[in-house]
């Protein structure tokens, strides 16, 4: 059973452009959260998706957004970069609403520059 | 909001059972609370999950006690590939679907 897959990896980018990050749940799983991880803030909760729909944000800037699609693969969208955005961004999935056993994904190490 | 404590970090010798505890004042009614492992440039791994009184499995025991304020995660006999950073995760009192983990216990296994 494949695990949450997130694309790219790793990735560089420069102040000012703006990235999209990709994420696969585990087939079945209709919750996708996401999360920013930094050396000084720890884990961050972005936002929650659960069939399509957000049902929960974090408190982060507008610049931060998301989405899901019908097969619950899941974006998050970054415009106008800052160095501040550097981080390890982590995806998660869990069967139900209810169900705080999400599994992680290995997380896309953004870099700006 | 929610906020959890933890240690920062504890250390431990090798065949010693080690207690991370984490409070959580403002958990929800409905909430659980759960644990997760973490390694560096991975994500995080459940390790157990629990509503009330004692959870066990094949890794680890989790203890809430009656007032759910806090919770203990018990690790028997660690090694040293259980180093790592720990962190407990409960939902917010306020929003059930905005989880806030914890600032996480470096656990450090010494040989």
């Known amino acids: 059973k494949a695990g949450v897959t997130q694309t790219p990896r790793y990735l560089i980018k420069t102040r000012g452009q703006q990235v999209t990050l990709s994420c696969s749940p585990i087939?079945?799983?209709?919750?996708v959260s996401w999360y920013q991880q930094t050396p000084g803030q720890g884990l961050q909760f972005l936002f929650e998706?659960?069939?399509?729909?957000?049902?929960n944000k974090g408190n982060f800037p507008g610049r931060f957004s998301g989405r899901q699609f019908s097969n619950s693969r899941s974006e998050m969208n970054v415009s106008t970069l800052e160095l501040g955005d550097s981080a390890l961004y982590l995806c998660?999935?869990?069967?139900?609403?209810?169900?705080?056993?999400?599994?992680f994904g290995s997380g896309t190490r953004l870099t700006v520059v | 909001l929610a906020k959890t404590t933890q240690p920062i970090s504890m250390d431990s010798y090798e065949g010693q059972e080690v207690n991370i505890t984490c409070s959580h004042n403002n958990i929800a009614t409905n909430d659980y609370i759960t644990w997760y492992q973490q390694f560096p440039s991975q994500g995080p791994r459940f390790i157990i999950q629990g509503y009330k009184t004692k959870v066990t499995n094949e890794v680890a025991s989790l203890f809430i006690p009656a007032d759910r304020k806090s919770s203990t995660l018990s690790l028997p006999r660690v090694s040293l590939s259980d180093t790592a950073v720990y962190y407990c995760l409960v939902g917010d009192g306020d929003n059930f679907n905005k989880f806030y983990f914890g600032s996480g216990t470096k656990l450090n296994v010494k040989p």
């Open positions: 998660a999935s869990s069967t139900s609403e209810w169900n705080y056993g999400y599994t």
């Open positions: 998706y659960f069939s399509e729909t957000q049902r």
């Open positions: 087939s079945g799983h209709r919750s």
